[in-house]
């Protein structure tokens, strides 16, 4: 073998060595940089889609997502569900109100006062719904209640809460 063969032999494996190692480099650097993403998001949003049957609610779906929540809209909760989402060892972690979901409002113009605008509120038996909440990993159960609006003598108002459901969430939910 010649001189000049064995530097072209040289020659050729510095190279393999050199772009071996950067193609480690590179694929270290892609999957640590990737690394950011596969972790778990800081902000999640936690979706629970539920059936209301009369009183009888029924889990369809739940999943977490990235995400933050967006604040309720400000105004006087009256009838509705009020729901609490408490920890493996019964601690409350988060609560919150839901207007009716079997109640829609329904508006229209006054026929016999044109620009006057009339509402009425029809009820449904069946109706499917979504509660969106911050998520936590300590979230093992949410209790569902129906509150309603009575009024007393006077102009006091009570509400009265009744009882609907409590569901342990599923193990994708509560997950670390």
């Known amino acids: 073998m010649t001189r000049s063969s064995k530097n072209q032999i040289m020659i050729r494996r510095r190279i393999?060595?050199?772009?071996?190692?950067?193609l480690v480099f590179l694929c270290a650097l892609s999957f640590a940089l990737t690394m950011p993403a596969l972790a778990q998001p800081k902000n999640q949003i936690l979706f629970l889609q539920f059936?209301?049957?009369g009183d009888t609610l029924t889990?369809?779906?739940?999943?977490?997502?990235p995400g933050i929540v967006k604040g309720q809209r400000s105004h006087e909760?009256?009838?509705g569900l009020k729901y609490a989402f408490r920890s493996a060892n019964g601690a409350l972690l988060l609560e919150g109100t839901?207007?009716?979901?079997?109640?829609?409002?329904?508006?229209?113009?006054?026929?016999?006062?044109?620009?006057?605008?009339k509402s009425k509120d029809i009820t449904f038996h069946n109706v499917e719904f979504t509660i969106r909440v911050p998520y936590?990993?300590?979230m093992y159960a949410l209790e569902?209640?129906?509150?309603?609006?009575?009024?007393?003598?006077?102009?006091?108002?009570?509400?009265?809460?009744?009882?609907?459901?409590t569901f342990v969430l599923p193990p994708m939910t509560h997950m670390p």
């Not at 009716?100 to 605008?117: A, C, L, M």
């Open 77 to 79: 909760f009256r009838d």
């Open 144 to 165: 569902v209640h129906r509150v309603r609006a009575t009024l007393q003598s006077g102009s006091s108002v009570k509400l009265q809460k009744t009882y609907l459901a």
């Open 51 to 53: 059936s209301m049957k």
């Open 59 to 65: 889990l369809i779906h739940s999943v977490v997502r």
């Open 136 to 138: 936590q990993s300590n």
């Open 98 to 117: 839901l207007s009716d979901p079997s109640v829609r409002r329904y508006e229209y113009e006054d026929p016999e006062n044109p620009g006057r605008i």
């Open 16 to 22: 393999l060595r050199t772009v071996g190692t950067d």
